[in-house]
Nanobody, 115 residues
Framework: QVQLVESGGGWVQPGGSMRLSCAAS????????MNWFRQAPGKERELVAF????????HYAGSVEGRFTISRDNAKNMVYLQMNSLKPEDTANYSC????????WGQGTQVTVSS
């Protein structure tokens, strides 16, 4: 059974940093790309970043390019999202995602950026 469990959200002031983690289980982690999405109230879900199986050529949404870094540890079945220079518009619920014959999602973790 595929499971994705996020952690690391919370409140941070603008300009601050935060690292999200996603623990994956129930599938061969090394064979699948991993994604981070976010959804703010009243807005559509947005792909923030994805990383390939071998961790090469990560992709970022334009709104986070240069500020966020996605990474993975294939030995630990973990994927991370390091978020720097956070802005109030980064406030959203962040979810880890994997497509393993179908979409799987974690429960999400709330990130709130405000002063």
């Amino acid at each position: 059974q595929v499971q994705l469990v996020e952690s690391g959200g919370g409140w941070v002031q603008p300009g601050g940093s935060m690292r999200l983690s996603c623990a994956a289980s129930g599938f061969t982690f090394t064979k699948y790309p991993m994604n981070w999405f976010r959804q703010a109230p009243g807005k559509e879900r947005e792909l923030v970043a994805f990383i390939t199986q071998g961790a090469g050529s990560p992709h970022y949404a334009g709104s986070v390019e240069g500020r966020f870094t996605i990474s993975r540890d294939n030995a630990k079945n973990m994927v991370y999202l390091q978020m720097n220079s956070l802005k109030p518009e980064d406030t959203a619920n962040y979810s880890c995602n994997a497509y393993v014959r179908r979409d799987y999602w974690g429960q999400g973790t709330q990130v709130t950026v405000s002063s």
